[in-house]
T-cell receptor, first 112, second 110 residues
Framework: DVKVTQSSRYLVKRTGEKVFLECVQDMDHENMFWYRQDPGLGLRLIYF???????EKGDIPEGYSVSREKKERFSLILESASTNQTSMYLC???????????FGPGTRLLVL | QKEVEQNSGPLSVPEGAIASLNCTYSDRGSQSFFWYRQYSGKSPELIMFIYSNGDKEDGRFTAQLNKASQYVSLLIRDSQPSDSATYLCAGVRSNYKLTFGKGTLLTVNP
């Protein structure tokens, strides 16, 4: 069974704080993804990584950065959190870019 | 036109009926399509994937892909109350990015 874990289920941060969201997968998948999910807007791709230290912008990368130093771990960084980054953040991984993505449980982030 | 569009719903069907969920996509280069189910407060879980034109069946679920019409659908036969969830259609675009529709909320009434 593929297992994707995320560091926190719920997180409350203040505007301007630097926020780290961590994701770990245990299936040796090449590709990892970060999405956010908002009511009425659906799931939107923020960044993805197709190899260690490789990253590519998704559809809404502004205000975010990522880090992939090890194959199993993909971090999403909010350099200076803003209230419009309050959302559900979902991490996923896959063997190939055309293959099934498996999702972690999500982190619900509230920025005050 | 949005990349992936789903019939907005919500959709309500009686237990035992067939639920039909539909999706269209705009990128003709899209090759792979997925249906995910998402229960309230949970993350999406894969139901089916389909790459080739035609039908693909897995138990009570049938996915259909028509690349000429840029249309993907999911049929759920003998719907159960446990099938009540939001169903997400997704396609991998020609730039390898997965794009999701906004989802269709399905309610199966006992």
């Amino acid at each position: 069974d593929v297992k994707v874990t995320q560091s926190s289920r719920y997180l409350v941060k203040r505007t301007g704080e630097k926020v780290f969201l961590e994701c770990v997968q245990d299936m040796d998948h090449e590709n990892m993804f970060w999405y956010r999910q908002d009511p009425g807007l659906g799931l939107r791709l923020i960044y993805f990584s197709y190899d260690v230290k490789m990253k590519e912008k998704g559809d809404i990368p502004e205000g975010y950065s990522v880090s992939r130093e090890k194959k199993e771990r993909f971090s999403l960084i909010l350099e200076s959190a803003s209230t419009n980054q309050t959302s559900m953040y979902l991490c996923a991984s896959s063997t190939g870019l055309q293959e099934t993505q498996y999702f972690g449980p999500g982190t619900r982030l509230l920025v005050l | 036109q949005k990349e992936v569009e789903q019939n907005s719903g919500p959709l309500s069907v009686p237990e035992g009926a067939i639920a039909s969920l539909n999706c269209t996509y705009s990128d003709r280069g899209s090759q792979s399509f997925f249906w995910y189910r998402q229960y309230s407060g949970k993350s999406p879980e894969l139901i089916m994937f389909i790459y080739s034109n035609g039908d693909k069946e897995d138990g009570r679920f049938t996915a259909q892909l028509n690349k000429a019409s840029q249309y993907v659908s999911l049929l759920i036969r003998d719907s159960q109350p446990s099938d009540s969830a939001t169903y997400l259609c997704a396609g991998v675009r020609s730039n390898y990015k997965l794009t999701f529709g906004k989802g269709t909320l399905l309610t199966v009434n006992p």
